[in-house]
């Protein structure tokens, strides 16, 4: 399985930025498998951000970006998009799109079993 992030970018204090992540399992689109998206800024440990169930089912997101980002599943479910909306400097990290097919702490790392490179994300304030 490979995740292929974008969207990551340079963006001032209260604008808006778009990631995306595709998943790629030996060459055709994945199905049946949980997306979501954590994010490490220098110096901390990688945190959750946002998660989607394959079916759309559930959808939880961390107290931190609630009512600013919305995480949201592709029509084939093999894609994942984080609309991030009224940013702020603290938002800046590497952001990382994690896969996982088993059930698990939606929030916890161990939980995901494959991980995209992660993109940069840059709130100037």
Do not use: H
Not at 75 to 82: A, G, H, R, Y
């Amino acid at each position: 399985v490979q995740l292929q992030a974008s969207g990551g970018g340079l963006v001032q204090a209260g604008g808006s930025l778009r990631l995306s992540c595709a998943c790629v399992d030996s060459g055709r689109a994945c199905s049946r498998i949980d997306m979501g998206w954590f994010r490490q800024a220098p110096g901390k440990e990688r945190d959750f951000v946002a998660a989607e169930s394959w079916r759309g089912a559930w959808t939880f997101y961390a107290d931190s970006v609630k009512g600013r980002f919305t995480i949201s599943r592709g029509n084939n479910q093999n894609t994942v998009s984080l609309q991030m909306n009224s940013l702020n400097p603290e938002d800046t990290a590497v952001y990382y799109c994690a896969a996982r097919r088993y059930y698990g702490d939606y929030n916890s790392t161990n939980t995901y079993d494959y991980w995209g490179q992660g993109t940069l994300v840059t709130v100037s304030s």
